[in-house]
């Protein structure tokens, strides 16, 4: 491989991070933005900042399975 090759392989490596990273901060502040909007009457940040902790358990698996989800997405898209 000459130095032409790497750079495009690297370039294109770089390229994937980007929409990943971004694929990932939309697919989080959707999720967050729904999950609140379902919970109208709780203020979610709220309990945790209070030590809610199943509050935080709920929030960290949402975060996490919507993670999963665009990880599989770019993966194989």
């Known amino acids: ?4 090759q790497i ?5 294109i490596t770089f390229g994937w ?3 990943g990273s971004l694929s990932m901060a939309i697919g989080v502040f959707l999720a967050l933005k729904l999950f609140t909007l379902a ?3 709780v203020d979610e940040w709220k ?4 030590g809610n902790v199943p509050m935080a358990i ?5 975060i996490l399975s919507i993670g999963i989800v665009v990880a599989s997405i770019t993966r194989n898209g």
């Open 1 to 4: 491989m000459d130095a032409q």
């Open 39 to 41: 919970t109208r009457g």
């Open 58 to 62: 709920i929030l960290a698996a949402l």
């Open 17 to 19: 991070a980007i929409v």
């Open 7 to 11: 750079f495009l392989a690297y370039l």
């Open 47 to 50: 309990l945790i900042k209070e």
